[in-house]
């Protein structure tokens, strides 16, 4: 039976961003000063923390051990306007020493985009 895959392109804009970041904290005092700042440059462009280094479990691949950090923003823009702005850049040199650091920005996926795949998985069976 062939599948539709149109539904896997996206044709409309995206409601949210995320930045996904994993770091690996060697000083964490220092870190630690850091971390007091993020908040409030995170917000000044649309964003706020949806994970923050909590528990992690790792569900397949090679055990997880760094800290990670789930960051929402409501537009690929507004994430990249954060990163590069000089205020986070100027935070960002607190950590300089603390460890190391990976951002990745990445969209969100539609709930539209959600609820058709849905429906045509539902219809599958193996």
């Given at each position: 039976?062939?599948?539709?895959?149109?539904?896997?392109?996206?044709e409309?804009?995206?409601?949210?961003?995320?930045?996904?970041?994993?770091?690996?904290?060697?000083?964490?005092?220092?870190?630690?000063?850091?971390?007091?700042?993020?908040?409030?440059?995170?917000?000044?462009?649309?964003?706020?923390?949806?994970?923050?280094?909590?528990?992690?479990?790792?569900?397949?691949?090679?055990?997880e051990?760094?800290?990670?950090?789930?960051?929402?923003?409501?537009?690929?823009?507004?994430?990249?306007?954060?990163?590069?702005?000089?205020?986070y850049?100027?935070?960002?040199?607190?950590?300089?020493?603390?460890?190391?650091?990976?951002?990745?920005?990445?969209?969100?996926?539609?709930?539209?985009?959600?609820?058709?795949?849905?429906?045509?998985?539902?219809?599958?069976?193996?």
């Amino acid at each position: 039976m062939a599948v539709d895959h149109s539904f896997l392109i996206r044709e409309y804009p995206i409601m949210s961003v995320y930045i996904v970041i994993r770091v690996d904290i060697r000083d964490r005092q220092a870190y630690g000063e850091y971390m007091l700042h993020t908040p409030r440059v995170a917000n000044q462009h649309g964003g706020r923390f949806i994970a923050r280094g909590g528990e992690t479990e790792t569900l397949e691949g090679e055990k997880e051990t760094l800290r990670i950090v789930l960051v929402e923003f409501p537009s690929m823009d507004d994430a990249k306007r954060f990163y590069r702005s000089e205020e986070y850049q100027a935070v960002k040199q607190l950590r300089e020493g603390a460890g190391s650091a990976q951002f990745v920005a990445v969209d969100g996926y539609p709930v539209e985009d959600w609820d058709k795949a849905l429906e045509v998985s539902k219809g599958l069976s193996l």
